[in-house]
Nanobody, 124 residues
Framework: QAQLVESGGGSVQAGGSLRLSCAVS????????MGWFRQAPTKEREGVAS????????YYADSVKGRFTISQDKLKATVYLQMNSLKLEDTAMYYC?????????????????WGQGTQVTVSS
């Protein structure tokens, strides 16, 4: 079973930056990709970014392209989400996830293991 722990959330003014981290631990699991998802109040959870462990290929939601960057540190089994030029609409609970697949990079069904989430609040 894998355990995913997010950190780095907080409150920031619009235009600011935050970097989220997600550390993976445990045993008896495998994955080939990790993703970041977010859920705002009254909205469905949506995929934000994903990265393949082996190739490093990345995928982004249109709403965050050019502003967010996903990266990984394989030695630390950690994935990061650098968020720049934050907007009010980026306010949400952010979750990291790990799974196995070769498609649906930004869909929940492509991920088996989930963290508890970290809150990001962007204010004006």
């Amino acid at each position: 079973q894998a355990q995913l722990v997010e950190s780095g959330g907080g409150s920031v003014q619009a235009g600011g930056s935050l970097r989220l981290s997600c550390a993976v631990s445990g045993s008896g699991y495998s994955y080939n990709r990790m993703g970041w998802f977010r859920q705002a109040p009254t909205k469905e959870r949506e995929g934000v970014a994903s990265i393949y462990f082996g190739s490093g290929d990345t995928y982004y939601a249109d709403s965050v392209k050019g502003r967010f960057t996903i990266s990984q540190d394989k030695l630390k089994a950690t994935v990061y989400l650098q968020m720049n030029s934050l907007k009010l609409e980026d306010t949400a609970m952010y979750y990291c996830a790990a799974g196995i697949g070769d498609s649906d990079e930004l869909r929940e069904r492509g991920y088996k293991y989930w963290g508890q989430g970290t809150q990001v609040t962007v204010s004006s």
